[in-house]
């Protein structure tokens, strides 16, 4: 069996670098057009805080009831 890597070839150089972008930094035109997006209404009426629920289903239920609901302004 042959192996799928040549072994006998030299280590080619790096060229470049990759920046791997960071997952928590929010682009600037990203927060704009989440802000656009907020003010027209399309933000999820849901309250900051802490919710227990019995069960998945039921977590599942109240989120669905509070992203469907009208806006109460």
């Not at 990203?30 to 999820?44: D, H, T, V, Y």
């Amino acid at each position: 069996m042959k192996p799928v890597i040549n072994l006998e070839d030299p280590v080619g150089k790096t060229v470049g670098r990759r920046r791997v972008p960071d997952p928590l930094r929010v682009v600037p035109s990203e927060k704009r057009s989440n802000e656009l997006w907020r003010k027209a209404g399309f933000a999820a009426p849901i309250r900051k805080g802490v919710y227990r629920f019995r069960s998945h289903e039921e977590a599942d239920q109240w989120l669905m009831d509070h992203l469907t609901r009208k806006p109460t302004n």
